[in-house]
Nanobody, 123 residues
């Protein structure tokens, strides 16, 4: 299983911003679909954002639309999640994941996962 690694999490006040990064092998980071998911304690995992790497087509959960942006930098073999206007309800462990083939719907199975990076948003 190819490893993915998230970074950039931390603790911020409500209204603040964080940028998460996801790195891995060139093959994995350039999978057809890259996604960001999150899971808060006691809650189910939630799909946050996805990107179709071949065309930079993105999709977002309604809860983060307009605040979060997923992007990729092929030169750096990195996928990002820019999170703005963070809210306490965004507090969760955030995971980067890859799906080997499209489509990239967050409801579909993603094949490779990172270990997660914690995001904590305080009031």
């Amino acid at each position: 299983q190819v490893q993915l690694m998230e970074s950039g999490g931390g603790s911020v006040q409500a209204g603040g911003s964080l940028r998460l990064s996801c790195t891995g092998s060139r093959y994995t980071i350039r999978s057809s679909c890259m996604g960001w998911f999150r899971q808060a304690p006691g809650k189910e995992r939630e799909g946050v954002a996805s990107i179709y790497t071949g065309a930079a087509i993105t999709a977002y959960a309604d809860s983060v639309k307009g605040r979060f942006t997923i992007s990729q930098d092929n030169a750096k073999d990195t996928v990002y999640l820019q999170m703005n206007d963070l809210k306490p309800e965004d507090t969760a462990m955030y995971y980067c994941a890859a799906r080997t083939r499209g489509p990239c719907r967050l409801q579909y199975e993603y094949n490779y996962w990172g270990q997660g990076t914690q995001v904590t948003v305080s009031s």
